[in-house]
C-alpha cells in the first residue's frame, strides 16, 4: 500500500474515526479520560505512518519474518494486542462508567465495536482492517503508561524516542547492541519515510490546478 493510500484509507475508515473520538472526552461527559491536543490527522502522519512504514512497510496483512509473532501493519503480537484491546475496553466502558470487564455481552452492550471482541479471542492483527488496527494502536497509547501523543504531535518528543519507548516491544530486556540496532533501523526507515513523504507531497502539489500567481499548480509553501 503506498502512504498516499494508507493514509486515505485510515482517516476515513469508520473504526478509526470512532477511536478519535475519544480524544475529546467532553463529548463524553467524562473528565477523568483527560483530553487531548493531536487531531486525527496529526496522529496519522506524524505517529501511526512512521511507526507502520517501519514495522510493515505498511502492509496490514504483514506477518513477521522468519516466523515470529508479530502481524499487521505495527506488528502486534498476540499478547500486546490482548492488552492494546484491553485498554481499548477500559477507555470505552470507563467514558459510561462502567467497571472494566472482558465479558462479551457486557462489552457489546457497552458500545465496544465486534470486530475488537472478536480481536480478542482471536488476537491476530493481520485478519483485521487498517483502520481496525489503528484504532485499537490509538486506544493502547491513549492509556498506555508512560506515553503521551501530544509530546509527539506538539514536536516535544520525536518519533524516535516515542516508538523505541512506546511501541517497540523489545526496549525492555533486549541487550544493548540489539537496541542500538532497533534504533539505528527505525531511524533509516524514517528518513525513507519522510523522503517518500515529501515526494508524494510534491507530486500531490502539482497536481493541483493552477492558481493566480502560482504557475504550474506548485503551491506557495510560505
Known amino acids: 500500500m503506498d502512504l498516499n493510500r494508507a493514509r486515505n484509507v485510515i482517516l476515513n475508515d469508520k473504526d478509526y474515526q470512532f477511536a478519535t473520538e475519544y480524544l475529546d472526552n467532553k463529548k463524553l461527559g467524562n473528565k477523568k479520560l483527560g483530553n487531548k491536543k493531536s487531531t486525527p490527522e496529526q496522529i496519522v502522519n506524524k505517529i501511526l505512518l512512521p511507526i507502520a512504514y517501519h514495522e510493515s512497510k505498511l502492509d496490514p496483512t504483514a ?3 522468519g516466523g515470529g509473532p508479530g502481524r499487521g501493519m505495527y506488528q502486534f503480537e498476540g499478547p500486546s494486542l490482548r ?3 484491553r485498554r481499548a475496553f477500559n477507555t470505552i466502558l470507563s467514558a459510561k462508567d ?3 470487564t472482558n465479558d462479551p ?3 457489546k452492550k457497552a458500545g465496544v465495536p465486534a470486530y475488537m471482541i472478536k480481536a480478542y479471542n482471536d488476537p491476530d492483527a493481520s485478519k483485521l482492517s487498517p483502520g481496525q488496527q489503528s484504532a485499537i494502536l490509538l486506544f493502547d497509547y491513549l492509556q498506555k503508561p508512560n506515553t503521551n501523543i501530544d509530546e509527539v504531535t506538539q514536536g516535544n518528543q520525536t518519533i ?3 516508538w523505541y519507548n512506546s511501541h517497540w516491544a523489545g526496549s ?3 541487550d544493548f547492541v540489539t537496541k542500538m540496532k532497533r534504533k539505528v533501523s527505525f531511524s533509516s526507515h524514517y528518513d525513507e519515510f519522510m523522503k517518500m513523504d ?5 507530486v500531490q502539489n502539482i ?3 493552477p492558481e493566480k500567481g502560482n504557475l504550474g499548480g506548485i503551491l506557495d509553501a510560505r
Do not use: C, D, H, Y
Open 63 to 65: 506477518i513477521q519474518k
Open 83 to 85: 492488552t492494546a484491546l
Open 98 to 100: 462502567m467497571a472494566m
Open 105 to 107: 455481552v457486557k462489552l
Open 160 to 162: 524516535n524516542s516515542f
Open 172 to 174: 525492555q530486556g533486549s
Open 198 to 202: 515529501n515526494k508524494e507531497n510534491r
Open 207 to 209: 497536481k493541483q490546478p
